[in-house]
Each structure stands twice: as C-alpha cells, then as structure tokens.
C-alpha cells in the first residue's frame, strides 16, 4: 500500500481520545487542553511602569532639553509589587521600578536615564508624552477574553498564559495510552549474559521511548518469544488498559512470523500488511477492540521509520496533537548515496541550512549505530539511480 493511503487509512480508523483529566498548570506542558480557558481579570491589573525611572505629568515635561532640564520634586518611591498611596501632582514625580503601578496623577513614565537619578528632586533631560512609557490596565488581555481555546498544544507561552491568567490548574485531553510488546525468541535482556545465538533487544526500549516522545504514557512493555498463542494471550490481558497497540517482529514472511497468526487469534480485523517503502515495508495494521494495533519491523532502522511515519500519526490523531506531524523541507544534497533503489526510501540524514547529508557508514535495515545524531530522513523516490551532490531532496524532520 501506498504510505499515505496507509495513513490515510490509519487515521480514518483511529479515533480521539475524549477523556480529560485535571493538571496543576505546572504540569500540563506537552498536554492538549481541554476546555475553553478566558481571562478572570485584566492583565495587567493596574496601569504599570514597563522600566525604571520616574511616574510623572507628561505636560510637566515639555520642552526640557539636556542644556535646559526641568526639575520636578520626588515625592514617594513605587517598587514591584507595592503600591504609592501618593498622587503626583503639578511639579511632582515618584520614582518607579519596572513593574510597579503608576500613581494616581501621572500619566507617563520617564525613563532612568533620562533624568540625573535625583532623590529628593530630579532633573528631566527630555521631554515625555502623555501615556509613554506607560503600559494601560489590560494591555495584554481583559477579563472575560477568550485566552486558549480548547485543543491547542500546550507549549512553554502557553503554560504561561495559563499561570499570568491566574490559573492553578487545567482540563486536558489525557495522554494516550500505549502497550509495548516485542517478540522473537532470539531477544535478551540489557544487562543479561549474551548466550549463543541471543541479542539485545533494542526496539523495546527505542519504542517505549519514541511513544514517550510523542506525548504517549507507555501502560505496559513487554517481551514474547516466538508463540502466537502466547503473545495473543499476552496482548489480550493488557489491552484493556491501552488505547494503542505496538509490537515489533514476526510481520515478514518467515516460519516465525508470528504476527499474521495473532491477528487471527485475537481476533483482530486485517487493515493492511505491507506499505511501498524501505525499510519498514512489512508492516502489518490491524483493529482489535477497535484500538490501532500496528505491528512493526523488527529490523531496529524499519521499526524506527515506522515508528514516524506511521505511528506517529496515529498518536497525533488519538491525542489531537497536530504540532505532532513531521514536518517537511527541501534541502540540496552535501554528500552522495550511491545505492539504486526500486522501492521508495528513507534514509537517515542530518539536515542544516538547507542542505541534507546522509549518516556516514551502512544505512542497512538492521544497523541502529548510525541513526545516532540523525535529525532527518532524507526521501529517494522509486527506482531512482544514485543520488549525486547538488540534487534537490525531500526530508522529513525528526
């Protein structure tokens, strides 16, 4: 299948989470909000001094000049977070701290250095309009405006808005929930003695961590040999608390490609099995319970590219994440790939200032070493010939 029908078709079979849960605003970065949120009062609350200097009558201003200054009489200091009780009258200034409310009287703020910093009278080296240097009572929103509409990205301005608004807490979308299942008899654990014929299983961990990265709380990662029975079992008994399913192995064609056989035993009902691209092509898709079942490659560079181009997407559509869809870019290639290709592929690449330069050493299926520090995947489309330095390609940002 072709990969964006098979998005497509993934999208279309996958649906939002409509749950929500309550977070202390400190909390809700990276989440989805879920609720309208509208100002409960004017941001700032008062008119207040956006620098240091001096709260005054811009009209006391007029016509002061550094050969010719006006001296005005200081009566009161104002500082952040405390409030002049006096009100500036004809010939009068208080001194202000950025931050701090402008007295009763003054309209306009005149900065420091401007002035010779004088304590009990000042001389004003410059003139000053009404309202400058002056920021109003509600510059930045007034009670009752709509601040963030229910589902968008929370990101760092966001969190801030919520807390400037005086918000405590927040309504978000709840994270999805993700089941972890990797198979193959020939897995072992980090940490464990390395027997004859055993590997270390890195897609779990990768998996478990790229779920992680996409906002997903992983409920459950688990480890199957090469049993469809087993691993069936093993998927039925933990589904309940998931919303996503994602195994690696058994989707080829070999003996041990268990996969095809869990689908059946489950049962689950067939989406598609293969997608026209290298690596990662075996992927098979399923529903089971009505939740995505997406059983990767477990070639470690096939699951990590199936990881973003097809589950990533699956993730953003559960949690509305939009911000989640890889970008794309055109780059000019630095370097050379020199290997043919019949099928669509994507190879791992840094990309920086509009120039794309693929990994140094093997781009194989089963290399995870040379995915290090990789920031891209550089797209050859079909049945191209060796790609040359200097040709325009297309990549996707990781």
Not at 161 to 180: D, H, K, M, N, T
Not at 306 to 326: E, F, I, Q, Y
Request: net charge negative.
């Amino acid at each position: 299948m072709e990969l964006e029908k098979a998005v497509a078709l993934l999208e279309e079979h996958t649906k939002e989470i409509t749950d929500s849960c309550t977070l202390p605003v400190g909390k809700v970065y990276g989440h989805v909000l879920a609720e309208d949120v509208c100002a409960m009062h004017n941001q700032p609350p008062f008119p207040r001094s956006p620098l240091d200097g001096y709260a005054v009558r811009g009209e006391d201003t007029t016509g002061a000049t550094p050969s010719s200054p006006v001296t005005l009489s200081v009566i009161d200091e104002a500082d952040a977070g405390h409030v002049s009780e006096k009100t500036v009258a004809p010939g009068e200034a208080v001194r202000i701290m950025t931050g701090a409310p402008v007295p009763a009287g003054a309209d306009c703020v005149i900065r420091q250095e401007d002035t010779d910093c004088g304590e009990e009278n000042v001389r004003i080296r410059t003139s000053v309009a009404p309202f400058e240097n002056y920021c109003r009572e509600g510059e930045d929103f007034r009670k009752g405006d709509l601040l963030l509409p229910g589902g968008m990205y929370l990101g760092a301005a966001e969190c801030g808005i919520l807390a400037s608004a005086g918000r405590e807490e927040a309504r978000v979308v709840r994270p999805v929930r993700a089941l972890v299942v990797s198979t193959g008899d020939e897995l072992a654990k980090p940490g464990d003695t390395l027997l004859p014929g055993k590997i270390y299983d890195s897609n779990l961990y990768m998996i478990d961590a790229a779920l992680r990265s996409f906002g997903a709380e992983v409920t459950g990662s688990f480890v199957t040999g090469d049993d469809a029975a087993a691993c069936a079992a093993l998927i039925r008994k933990h589904a309940e608390q998931a919303d996503l399913i994602v195994t690696s192995g058994g989707v080829s064609v070999g003996k041990k490609d268990i996969l095809h056989e869990v689908i059946e035993l489950l049962p689950a009902k067939k989406l598609f099995w293969q997608v026209d691209i290298k690596p990662g092509s075996p992927m098979l898709a399923a529903l089971y319970d009505e939740k995505p079942l997406l059983c990767v490659s477990g070639n470690p560079y096939g699951a990590f590219v199936s990881m973003h181009l097809l589950v990533r997407r699956v993730v953003a559509k559960m949690s509305r994440r939009k911000n989640l869809v890889m970008h794309t870019a055109d780059a000019e290639m630095a370097g050379i790939f020199p290997k043919p290709g019949r099928m669509r592929r994507f190879v791992r690449a840094h990309y920086e200032q509009g120039r794309v330069t693929p990994t140094s050493g093997s781009n194989s299926n089963g290399v995870l070493s040379t995915l290090a520090g990789c920031n891209c995947l550089m797209e050859i489309p079909e049945d191209s010939a060796p790609v040359e330095a200097g040709t325009r390609c297309r990549v996707h940002l990781l």
